[in-house]
Structures are given as C-alpha cells and as structure tokens.
C-alpha cells in the first residue's frame, strides 16, 4: 500500500496586513489611473513614490 506523503506546507507569501495607504506617513497622494483613483503617496521615509496599495514600510503607523 503506497502511502502519498504530501507534507509541503505551503507557505503564504508575507503579504503585509496594511499598505502604505493606512500609513500615517503616506502624503501627497497622486492619482495617476484613468479613473481616477489614488495610485502613488509619498512616504518620508522613502525617496521614491510609493504604491498605495502594495507598498509597505517598516516605519508603519497605522492611521
Ligand atoms: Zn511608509
């Protein structure tokens, strides 16, 4: 009797639970979608844009 052995966990990506858009850090959001929605913010502790809703830092502070 051939036993299958499916042991491989499968990890979760380290998804963070909050993006840059609930950081209290993130200023001066700029849209740059066709509709209209909020794209970019601009974090003090990073010299680049920031995507709101994938990017994360590690000076998080929820709003
Ligand atoms: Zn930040």
């Known amino acids: 009797m051939a036993k299958k052995t ?3 966990k499968k990890e979760a990506p380290s998804k ?14 700029q849209n740059k ?3 209209g929605s ?7 502790f990073h010299k680049w844009c920031k995507f709101l809703n994938h ?3 590690d000076n998080f502070i929820k709003r």
């Open 6 to 8: 499916t042991t491989t």
């Open 16 to 29: 963070p639970q909050y993006t840059c858009k609930d950081c209290k850090h993130s200023t001066d959001w």
């Open 33 to 35: 979608g066709a509709d």
């Open 38 to 44: 909020m794209i970019f913010c601009r974090c003090q």
């Open 55 to 57: 990017d994360y830092c």
